[in-house]
């Protein structure tokens, strides 16, 4: 119960947090849609920078399995940095799209709020109108970045496998091991990689459309 107080505690103090941060950020004149904006920025980055760091794993570890002679110890240090390196990327991500994921989720709440606030019918179902479309261009969007997202665990597992193995085996019989399992990885690897391209893809559209209907 304790652990649970606590957590509830956290969540709490994270929310109050931001909705202060958003609060100042207003006064200075940023809003929370120019904020929703950059973050789906940020996190579109975020989303190469772990494309690059899967890229990377992957290219190490084809190099270890057609390793024909030399330090093997050398080489499962490197294929190590690359899962950390991997893994800190995807945490990465992860918070990212939280982050996007609060804002919008306060922006939407906040112009829910103000419809009521109208005085003019039309200018109520106009607004009304452009925030469900707003809504429905941010669910297809947060669909595909955790749809991406949820592709990176199995891939980080399997990396960790394989590096793990090599950590105690670091011989011929290691690298012919992995070797079998090499194929079903790269297919990983590589769908994981199209799932960040539909989602940056997604990103570069949602950003668009939320700075032409700003303009």
Request: glycine letters at 2%.
């Amino acid at each position: 119960m304790k652990r649970f107080t606590l957590a509830a505690a956290l969540c709490i103090s994270l929310a109050g947090c931001q909705t202060a941060y958003y609060s100042a950020m207003e006064k200075v004149g940023v809003h929370k849609r120019e904020i929703l904006v950059d973050r789906v920025e940020a996190t579109k980055e975020s989303q190469q920078e772990s494309q690059e760091e899967f890229q990377s794993a992957l290219e190490r570890l084809t190099t270890l399995i057609n390793f024909d002679g030399g330090e093997l110890q050398s080489a499962y240090e490197q294929l190590n940095d690359d899962y950390e390196s991997s893994l800190s990327a995807a945490n990465d991500v992860s918070g990212n799209i939280n982050k996007v994921e609060d804002v919008a989720e306060a922006l939407f709440s906040e112009w829910e709020d103000e419809l009521t606030q109208y005085s003019s019918a039309a200018l109520k179902r106009e607004s009304e109108k452009k925030l469900k479309q707003t809504q429905r261009q941010f669910n297809k969007l947060l669909r595909s970045m955790r749809s991406s997202e949820d592709k990176m665990q199995p891939v980080l597992s399997s990396l960790k496998d394989n590096v793990l193995y090599l950590k105690h085996n670091l011989n011929a019989q290691a690298i012919a091991a992995i070797r079998g399992e090499f194929k079903s990885l790269k297919s990983d690897i590589q769908s994981l990689i199209d799932d960040m391209n539909r989602s940056i893809a997604d990103s570069n559209k949602f950003i668009e459309q939320m700075n032409s209907s700003n303009t």
